[in-house]
Structure formats: C-alpha cells, structure tokens
C-alpha cells in the first residue's frame, strides 16, 4: 500500500561525522516515511543529537546525505528547512522576548504575514496552552513553559516533519504526557522523528525504534521487535543488552 | 530582503528590553559630553565647530562598539539559540546583514542622540553647518567599520570577554595605523608608497578627510569594502563553524 501519507519524507544516506578525532556518526542510513514516528535511542553521546543537527542542516556532515522531501539538505538548506520543524536540545529560545514577540518572529521568518500570521499563532497558543504567559518574557518561564513555547516554534507552520531532540526531558509526568499526547496527535500525517532515554515513551508513541551507540546504528525495527530481542520481553533489558553488548566488543577490540 | 528585517527587529528588540541599550547610550553621552569639554576644550577654543566633539570619536568607539559587538554571535552560541536561528529558513548572509544592521541602527540612534550639542554649537555662533553633517555621516560609517570587526571575532568564540578583547585590539590597529605617532616612524625610512598604504588602512584617515566636511568617494568606498570584508568574513566563520 502506498498512499500518499507513506511517501519517504526523510532519507539519511551513509551519514558520517567526524570532529577533529572524534568520530561521532558512522556511516547512519535510515530513512522515516509520513506518518512514521521515529524514536532515537542510544546512550549519550551516542551519536543522536549530532544526527539530528545533520538533518536539520545546523552540521555539515562530512560526508553522506541528507534528503528532506527530495531536496538534499547541503545544496538546497533552506527548502528544508522551510519543511521542518526541530526543537534542538533544551529548547533554547530568546529570554529577553515575550512569548507572543518570540513566536511573532518565528512566524515573520517563517514567511507569515499580519493575520495570516496572527491566526497561525493564535492557533498553535490555543493548541499549546500558552494564553495564560503571552506576555510574559521567556527568560521568566518555568521549564515546562520553556519548552512549551519551544514546542509552539516548531510546529507554527504546520511543518511536514518534525524533528525533536529530548522534547519530554527535565518535564514533570503532566507535561511528559501533554507532550506525548500532542506528538501523537500530529503522527498520522507528518514525518517525525524524537530522541528519547525513556523507553516506555518508545512504547507509548513510536512506530519504530533506531537504537545508536558510538555513532552506529544497532537495531533497527518496531517496538515490538525491539522488546522481542530480551528473552524477558522487556524493552529496557532489550536496550541494555544491545548498547552493552556493543560497547563490550568495542572495548576487546581496543585492548587486543 | 524580508528575513533580514525580521532578524533586525529581533534584535533592536533585544537591545531596548534589556538594560544593554540604555547603559551604552547614557555612558556613550556621558563620555562624548566630558571628551568635548575637558579634553577638547570646546568653550576655550572659542571656535564655532564641532571638532573637539568629532576628534575623540575613533578612541571612544574603540572600546564602546565592541562592548556592543561582543554579544551578536557570541551570545547566541552560548545560549544555544544560534541552533534555533541556523535551522530556520534563512541564510547565513541573511542572519549577518540582518544583526549588524541592527546593532548599526543602535549605534546611530546612539549617535543622533549627541543632538543638543549640534544645537549648542548654532546657539553660540555660526558653524558650517554641511562640515558637521560630513562628520556625523564620518562617524556614523566609521561605527559601521568597527561593528563588522567586532561582529567577525564575536562569531568565532563563545566568551565574550574573549571576543571584546580581541576586537578592540583589532580595532586599535585599523585606529593606529593612520595615528601620526606611527607614521612619523615608518616616514624616515620607508618609501612613500607604502607609508601612504598604511595610512590608508586607517579609520582615522578616513574620518578625518570626511570630518573636513570634504566626502570622497574614497573614503566612502574604503568604509564599504571594509564592512563588506568583515561580514563576509563573520559569514565564513559561521559556515566553518557548521563542518567543524
């Protein structure tokens, strides 16, 4: 069956990065279709993040590609970035801006004019449940509102695919499943893929699961499959046993 | 053209909701107030012109613009929001031009804010008065020149104390080289030729021909090629920054 909704949105192509020594990512290839929700596991420093700010075209990779919607992310950076929305790491945002000038800014660059502009935001503050700060500058926020705001800037325009590095990290459990709620909301017809260190999240929200450790991909499947690799059908043990598995073997390697 | 003024008015915004705005224009007035008349002797000259104003500008520029150039690219890899800014759609060129204009506008809004002296200086006697526009429009593109330094070294480090550092050791160079102090040493010995280049890498060369009131397409053209050198350069360092 291949309907419109299931079209390749993301395709990572022999990704590589290397900083100076540090061989971040190795050779990463995957690809995430709409309707997909793409959980990223992995120990940090794994390799995640880095990933993610290759997609999002914030890192140059050193080598292989990144296509968003068949425009390759290094010749065509800003087709691909028009048809994503990333929250990066912590949501950082402008601390001296209020919530509406922050957001206001967001939709100006993102090529919505007077009330084009104030509908979209009007829509994502009532979506988010940011009325009650709107005036409030950023810097003021707790960090439940922090991220919510976060969250309104990345899904403004209505972006095709979605890309979230730790979105429910530091939250209280309310706002965890606020946030799980919204991203399965948007899951039916966009391409997004999260980052995550809790495992259930995994369960509760993904379709699929890339599991990545030193820079390499370990397993790549559904939930399900990934529980089904601990003979406890756990999915906590199964990430234990394939991330410890490997490092393990990386550590023989090094010592002989 | 429309990204650039969106990425302007963010950042003027910054400037005037923190106290960054008001401290460097009260200081900035404070000093021009006590350059002028201590320092340059404004009522002693007895002189209906504005030169003890204009003649200290390159010197208080030296460590006030980098004070505001520090924070454009330094602040923003510290916070982490050059993440946010980098991944929206917009170019690296777009997100340069746009922060520097803005923090050009301020330095301009800063500097049309020395009015009452202009008025002072017509209320005791009878300036040129096409000399004192010359020079504002001399000063106004000399902070320009030192903002694009200040923008480039504040895009190649985190700290900004690292970044105000460097810059106004920069800048003293592009102030020094046309200072007669220098270029009294290298005209005993050195041909006349490359005296002269040194002299014409100078901010003070070129302010000082302009503040004549006399404006050379050269001069003009010296401060365009160097703003443009520097914010090309800020634009390469920031893309090095993304392979790095």
């Known amino acids: 069956m291949t309907t419109e909704n299931q079209s390749i949105a993301i395709e990572v192509k022999a990704l590589d990065k290397q900083f100076g020594p540090i061989h971040a990512v190795r050779d990463v290839s995957f690809s995430v279709s709409h309707g997909e929700v793409l959980g ?56 001296e801006m209020t919530v509406l000038s922050f957001l206001r800014f967001i939709a100006e660059i993102r090529g919505f004019k ?11 503050v009532k979506k988010i449940n940011l009325e009650m700060v709107l005036g409030q500058t950023i810097e003021t926020l707790s960090k439940g509102f922090k991220r919510r705001v976060g969250m ?24 965890k499943h606020e946030v799980r709620s919204l991203i399965k909301e948007m899951a039916e017809k966009k391409a997004i893929i999260i980052s995550t260190h809790i495992l259930e999240e995994v369960d509760a929200i993904c379709t699929r699961a890339i599991i990545i450790a030193a820079g390499k991909i370990l397993f790549d499947g559904t939930p399900q499959e990934l529980r089904a690799t601990s003979d406890k059908n756990d999915i906590d043990d199964a990430f234990r046993i394939i991330t410890t598995q490997h490092y393990e073997q990386h550590g023989e390697r090094a010592h002989s | 053209m429309k990204n650039i003024s969106a990425i302007m008015k963010r950042e003027l915004y910054g400037y005037f909701t923190t106290p960054v705005a008001y401290v460097f224009i009260v200081i900035f007035l404070f000093l021009t107030g006590i350059f002028t008349f201590y320092l340059g002797s404004f009522y002693e000259r007895a002189q209906a012109d504005l030169d003890p104003f204009f003649r200290f500008h390159p010197w208080l520029y030296l460590f006030l613009i980098p004070a505001i150039a520090m924070r454009l690219w330094s602040e ?42 202009w008025i002072t200086v017509n209320y005791l006697g009878e300036p040129d008065n096409t000399v004192i526009v010359a020079s504002y ?41 046309g200072f007669p102090l220098v270029l009294d040493f290298f005209q005993a010995w050195a041909p006349h030729a490359l005296v002269d280049a040194i002299a014409s890498f100078s901010f003070l060369t070129h302010f000082d021909s302009i503040k004549k009131g006399v404006i050379d397409f050269r001069d003009l053209v010296y401060f365009a090629i160097l703003i443009t050198f520097w914010l090309y350069a800020t634009v390469v360092v920031i893309d090095s920054r993304k392979a790095s």
Request: charged share 15%; glycine share 10%; proline share 6%.
């Open chain 2, 137 to 177: 429009l001399g000063s106004f593109l000399m902070a320009g020149g030192f903002l694009s330094i200040g923008s480039c070294i504040s895009a190649i480090t985190k700290s900004q104390v690292i970044a105000f550092v460097i810059s106004v050791v920069i800048c003293f160079l592009f102030v020094l080289s």
């Open chain 2, 76 to 117: 923003e890899r510290k916070s982490g929001t050059i993440e946010l800014l980098m991944t929206l759609p917009i170019s690296v060129s777009e997100a340069v031009i746009g922060k520097f204009l803005a923090a050009w506008c301020f330095t301009g809004i800063a500097l049309a804010l020395t009015f009452p002296i």
């Open chain 1, 40 to 95: 990223f596991l992995g120990p940090n420093g794994a390799g995640k993040s880095t990933t993610m700010k290759m997609i999002t075209g914030f890192l140059e990779p050193t080598s292989g590609t990144v296509i968003v919607n068949g425009n390759d992310v290094t010749t065509h950076p800003i087709e691909v970035k028009s048809s994503i929305g990333y929250l990066p790491e912590g949501a950082p945002s402008y601390g």
């Open chain 1, 152 to 175: 309104a800037q990345t899904i403004i325009h209505d972006p095709d695919v979605l890309i979230m590095d730790e979105p429910t990290d530091g939250l209280d459990p309310n706002q």
């Open chain 1, 114 to 124: 007077g009330a084009e502009a104030e509908k979209k935001i009007d829509a994502v």
